[in-house]
């Protein structure tokens, strides 16, 4: 992870869960999603490489009230701070690659059944190098599910951002060969949920950097391109727009697919 991203989620930590608060319903929709593209149960070890403040493994462990605690892996501790204290919950600072790596190894040292990867795959480097080191840590009813947005989104944001968003944003089709490669069958699908939000909370959320996109401005420039946000929806109180997410999920071979 570089010091940019380390420093960018430093900064949103406190305020992160405060940005999906003006629909409570989509983010426990996003998690049930999850949980049944994964047709998790009680009796699998789950971790969420990540997970952030947990705002989704939390409704994850709610769901499906796992006999273990789910492992909450993330590199930024002030993400991981916000986590709830909870038996459901247990917290790793750690990143995708330390894992991966072994250079941290899993608490229970046994095997995993279900990895939740979202919308933390494009900080990832070496992200082949880390999907196959990931998946050497499943067992043999492993499966995994990466979460990502496509390369090219409908959130109302300036142009500058949606450019550098698509310079950045890796392909689903490319993570989904790349699970394939390191060794299961994988397919790759689409959700997606519909957005309704108040234009100056959103303009809220755009000061706030609540993408990491939005990291990639100087304050000069982001105060710029909000105000050619301001411009292009000054008839638009409401801004409303949908939210596709790729689901690539992989599985072991010889495993039913979730
Ligand atoms: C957009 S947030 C997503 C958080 C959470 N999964 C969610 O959807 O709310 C991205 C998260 O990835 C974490 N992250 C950044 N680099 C990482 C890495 N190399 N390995 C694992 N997590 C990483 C960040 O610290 C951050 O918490």
Redesign the pocket.
């Known amino acids: 992870?570089t010091e940019q991203?380390?420093e960018h989620?430093e900064r949103v930590?406190a305020t992160?869960?405060d940005h999906?608060t003006y629909d409570p319903d989509y983010v426990r929709q996003l998690a049930h999603a999850m949980s049944d593209a994964l047709r998790l149960t009680r009796s699998d070890a789950i971790a969420?490489?990540?997970?952030?403040?947990?705002?989704?493994?939390r409704h994850i462990a709610d769901d499906v009230r796992p006999t273990r605690p789910v492992l909450c892996?993330?590199?930024?501790s002030a993400?991981?701070d916000q986590l709830p204290r909870s038996p459901a919950l247990q917290p790793l600072h750690?990143?995708?690659?330390?894992?991966a790596s072994g250079r941290v190894a899993l608490p229970e040292s046994a095997p995993l059944d279900a990895m939740?990867?979202?919308?933390?795959i494009?900080?990832?480097?070496d992200r082949r190098g880390?999907l196959e080191g990931l998946v050497r840590l499943l067992s043999r009813h492993g499966r995994i599910l990466v979460?990502m947005l496509p390369t090219a989104i409908h959130h109302p944001l300036f142009r500058a951002a949606h450019e550098r968003f698509e310079e950045l944003q890796p392909d689903p089709a490319d993570i989904q060969e790349i699970v394939s490669a390191a060794g299961l069958r994988a397919s790759v699908s689409q959700r997606t949920f519909h957005v309704a939000i108040e234009r100056e909370r959103y303009v809220r959320m755009l000061e706030a950097r609540y993408?990491?996109v939005l990291g990639e401005f100087s304050d000069e420039e982001l105060e710029e391109g909000i105000a050619q946000f301001r411009r292009s929806y000054r008839d638009t109180p409401v801004l409303r727009f949908e939210d596709h997410f790729a689901f690539v999920k992989g599985w072991v071979p010889g495993r039913p697919p979730a």
Do not use: F, Q, R
């Open positions: 992870m991203i380390a989620y930590a992160y869960n999906w969420d490489i990540g997970c952030g403040t947990g705002l989704y493994t892996v993330d590199p930024v993400m991981l750690a990143s995708a690659e330390d894992l939740i990867i979202k919308e933390s494009h900080h990832m480097t880390t979460v993408m990491s």
